[in-house]
């Protein structure tokens, strides 16, 4: 659906035309999990694949939302009524967007919003950053809020955090709002600073697939909330403010100092070594040595399985098979307990891994998964 499609389905729901229409990106991590919460490094990339929303402003303090990707009408809400967790149903992000604006004092007094999204839900992909990101941005344009890329990315952050009730990190919405085209976005979660490196595997003869293992995950249940608090734990017992400052040089240290905490003993080491991968990323990235980057994402997926225990049989079925199939690296991605993997190969060995893949899934019985080519995208924008 395009940005025509959505403002006619804005008019037939709503009896006018939008003020506008707006675009923002999910994305796929290349590198760097479980780190934004620890003040760490990432590395994601948007997907062409974006939440679109058609927006107008109201002054009655109504809020009016509607899906097209979801069974059901218009839900109205008023904004003096809008409380962190009164909502379980996907209204929850925009609505937690507006809430999170309102509580920072800029003045939103409604909204007319029509969404729909290509981003593949519960996948691993930040569906849930693209609608909030899209509506944050759509707001900050029709009221003139002022406030920069990184401000909206904190403010969804505060919106699925506080309203929505999961403890997710800053760098999906970062990443929805900020990317460019063409680059990875190498973020420092505690300053948020950032850095765009080129990444055109195309040009060098390579691929990035994502697997989509079609087993779906809920951030805001138990298991990834346990992850953050076990590593609040570890910084504490350690005594810094987060694990990014343990250094890696002195990893070893700080496990013998947890003694026989082993649960997180294990969530320390997979931060500290991830935080070291992402940076070891950047460099090879820099320097030209794109094939390189393959055994360190590889790396990654097998402290995510072995320490930080969020993989899931799907998961390590396709790293598994594509490694053995001939790609240069594979990694789970994403907060984990299903979504998608990531596959880095040769252009040429695309398909045998492809097919691979799927004929490995067929053989044990899971859903087939869905496969496609990650292109860096660009963040959220405008676009009527």
Not at 268 to 275: F, G, I, K, L, Q
Request: with cysteine.
């Amino acid at each position: 659906m395009g940005a025509q499609q959505v403002r006619d389905g804005f008019a037939a729901l709503y009896g006018a035309e939008p003020e506008g229409v707006w675009a923002a990106p999910g994305r796929v991590n290349l590198i760097g999990e479980h780190t934004d919460y620890n003040d760490g490094f990432v590395m994601p990339f948007a997907l062409p694949h974006t939440a679109l929303a058609a927006v107008s402003r109201r002054d009655d303090g109504r809020l009016r939302l509607h899906s097209a990707d979801v069974e059901g009408g218009v839900v109205e809400l008023g904004l003096d009524e809008l409380a962190p967790q009164s909502d379980t149903r996907w209204t929850a992000y925009p609505a937690g967007v507006v809430w999170a604006l309102r509580e920072a004092g800029h003045a939103v007094t409604g909204a007319d919003v029509h969404l729909t999204s290509t981003v593949p839900s519960g996948a691993g992909l930040s569906s849930s950053a693209a609608l909030e990101v899209v509506v944050a941005l759509a707001l900050n344009d029709l009221y003139d809020l002022g406030l920069q890329r990184w401000q909206l990315a904190r403010l969804c952050q505060r919106a699925e955090n506080v309203y929505v009730g999961a403890p997710t990190g800053i760098m999906d919405q970062t990443a929805s709002a900020c990317c460019e085209a063409g680059h990875a976005l190498f973020l420092d979660t505690r300053d948020l600073s950032q850095r765009q490196i080129p990444f055109d595997l195309a040009a060098e003869g390579m691929r990035l697939l994502v697997v989509d293992t079609q087993v779906k995950h809920a951030h805001s249940d138990g298991e990834y909330g346990k992850r953050r608090a076990g590593c609040e734990k570890g910084a504490a017992l350690l005594g810094v403010d987060a694990l990014r400052d343990v250094p890696y040089g002195e990893l070893d240290a700080a496990l013998d100092r947890l003694g026989d905490e082993e649960e997180v003993r294990r969530l320390v080491r997979h931060v500290v070594t991830e935080d070291q991968r992402v940076e070891r990323v950047v460099s090879l990235l820099r320097s030209g040595d794109t094939r390189a980057i393959g055994p360190v994402l590889t790396e990654g997926h097998a402290s995510l399985r072995d320490d930080f225990r969020i993989s899931c049989p799907e998961l390590d079925l396709v790293v598994d098979t594509a490694l053995t199939s001939g790609a240069l690296g594979a990694r789970m991605t994403g907060g984990g307990f299903g979504g998608s993997a990531i596959v880095l190969a040769e252009a040429a060995d695309v398909e045998t891994i492809t097919k691979a893949v799927g004929e490995a899934f067929a053989a044990a019985d899971f859903t087939a998964p869905r496969v496609f080519e990650a292109v860096p995208a660009a963040g959220a924008t405008r676009l009527a």
